[in-house]
């Protein structure tokens, strides 16, 4: 089956770096995103990252992906606190192109 | 370099009226999805439209629930007879063709059933 499971809360001080991590259950899901909410909001997509690669970083954003335990993180380095938000971690279904998404992080920053 | 579309933002009707949503994909755009996002919850996909192919309406929840797009251009998500747990937010989303493509999200339209 497809599921796709994050912790529900992270609250880190500002300027720490803060790691988002994300559990998926489909082997065969080509692409793995990262999505961000703001109160009130849609999604902005942050990063995303092919299958077969292990590791991307775009500026304070740094995505690990274990395809052996079908795990995802998202690292983000110096965090601030607009930074504060939920982040969604999601995989694209292998047929059609629906995103299959957990419930959402929320990262709360503290000054 | 508009963003995707969507109205109306807020919608507030009563249980067993008809609702349309309307979203307007960015330019050139030939996929587009319908999302439904619950209080708290993640996203759950409803329906995926992609050029002229039969679309993808695996997540339609019910019959109640319909949608349609006029080519590459337009859609719009119809619910019949709604219901309280219809109430939340619609969230459109639309990309280029290839698998490759990441999906790019509007600010939704928030439905709340009295």
């Known amino acids: 089956g497809e599921d796709v499971e994050q912790s529900l809360f992270l609250s880190v001080r500002e300027g720490d770096s803060s790691v988002i991590n994300c559990t998926y259950t489909?082997?065969?899901?080509?692409?793995l995103y990262w999505y961000k909410q703001e109160p009130g909001a849609g999604l902005q997509l942050l990063t995303y990252?092919?299958?077969?690669?292990d590791m991307k970083q775009d500026q304070r954003l740094t995505v690990l992906l274990n395809k052996k335990d079908k795990h995802l993180s998202l690292r983000i380095a110096d965090t601030q606190t607009g930074d504060s938000a939920i982040y969604f971690c999601?995989?694209?279904?292998?047929?059609?192109?629906?995103?299959?998404f957990g419930q959402g992080t929320e990262l709360s920053v503290k000054p | 370099g508009a963003g995707v579309s969507q109205s109306p933002s807020n919608k507030v009707t009563e249980k067993g009226k008809d609702v349309e949503l309307r979203c307007d994909p960015i330019?050139?755009?030939?996929?587009l999805y319908w999302y439904r996002q619950r209080l708290g919850q993640g996203l759950e996909f409803l329906i995926y439209?992609?050029?002229?192919?039969?679309?993808?309406k695996s997540g339609l929840p019910s019959d109640r629930f319909s949608a349609e797009r006029t080519g590459e251009s337009v859609s719009t998500l119809t619910i019949q007879r709604t219901q309280q747990e219809d109430s939340a937010v619609y969230l459109c989303?639309?990309?280029?063709?290839?698998?490759?493509?990441?999906?790019?999200f509007g600010d939704g339209t928030r439905l709340s059933i009295l």
């Open positions: 989303a639309s990309s280029f063709g290839g698998r490759d493509q990441p999906q790019h």
């Open positions: 489909d082997s065969s899901s080509t692409y």
């Open positions: 990252i092919f299958s077969n690669m």
């Open positions: 999601a995989e694209r279904h292998n047929q059609g192109g629906k995103l299959i």
């Open positions: 330019s050139g755009h030939t996929a």
């Open positions: 439209f992609q050029g002229n192919s039969a679309p993808d």
